[in-house]
Each structure stands twice: as C-alpha cells, then as structure tokens.
C-alpha cells in the first residue's frame, strides 16, 4: 500500500501535506534522504470515519496483531461502510486492502466464537487451523468441547476428524429420519 497524504492549507508556512498512512514508509524516506515518496493524495478533507477508516486499514496490513483484532478492524470497516450506505462485503474490503476475500471472510467469522474462545484465540492458545475446524461446529457447546479436546493433547489431525464426524452424523441422521419407500425383497 502506498502512503496516503492530503493538503492541510491551515498548518504553518501556508499548509502542508499530512500523512494519513504509511507514517513509518514516510519516516524511513525521510531517514533515507529521500526527497519524494509515492502517494494518494486526497483532494477533500475526510471525515472522522473516512480517517478511523483509513488508519484502521493501515493497522491491518501490519503484521504486529493478533487475530481477533484483525477480525474486529475489518468487522469495524464493513460496518461503519454499511452505516453511511456503502455496499463492503468481504470480498470488496479484501480487494482494496490485497489480502484474499477468503482470508477476510475467515477472519470475520472468529467474532461468531463465544468469547471466551475469541480471548484464547486472541492470547495465541488455539492455532488458526484449530480454529478454522471449530467454527465448522455449529452450536457454542459443540465448540467449547472440541476447545477443550483439543487443550487436553487433543491434534489438530484429531479436531479435523472429529469435526467431520460430526458433520457427518448430523446429515447422516437427518437422512435416517427421513420418511421414505422401501422395497423389500
């Protein structure tokens, strides 16, 4: 992502640009002596919102945070767009920000975790993958189960294959239960 400026004609010497993102892009410039750096500028002032936006974006593309905040920036994002009557699925958050709509649309979906299972994700106790498995569960009780199994020696192989059998009892059973003909011979 490119540092992103705008005009602020109010500061000293008849105005200035001020950094919106990429302020440790334009201090490594600057320490680097160079006399420009590629940027957005923005024409207009931005709103509190287009700025929170703005910063909140640059947060993400740091890699320094752990899942859960990345989750509730790009939640943040898509809502405060939804508020002003922005359409932002995942899919358009990720394009602007380059990361995969995938990736995003994973992230997201943490916040559905109860949030005793957002804080241990968040400290680091419970790996993506583990995570990624967990969230196929469908009720909170079935999560914390497979939370727990997986905090006392459980593998990540052993969630894996224990969320597929549940996937599949519960469509196995909903089959069972079915009315149909049989022919018996």
Known sequence: M???VYWDAN????????????????????MANFETIQCVIHESELSDSETTELQLLEN???QDHNPIEEARAFRKIMDDRK????????????????FSDSKVARSVRLLTLPDDIQTEVAEGAIPPSVIREVLKLKSEDEQRKMIISYKEGGSYGEVAQTVKMEK??????????????????
């Open 2 to 4: 490119k540092s992103r």
């Open 11 to 30: 500061e000293a010497d008849g105005g200035r640009y001020v950094v919106l993102m990429g302020e440790r892009r334009f201090r490594a410039a600057q």
């Open 60 to 62: 993400i593309v740091r």
């Open 83 to 98: 508020a002003n009557g922005l359409p932002c699925t995942a899919k358009d958050l990720a394009k602007e920000i380059g």
């Open 168 to 185: 599949r009892g519960r469509e196995g059973h909903s089959h069972r239960t079915a009315n149909q003909e049989v022919v018996l011979r």
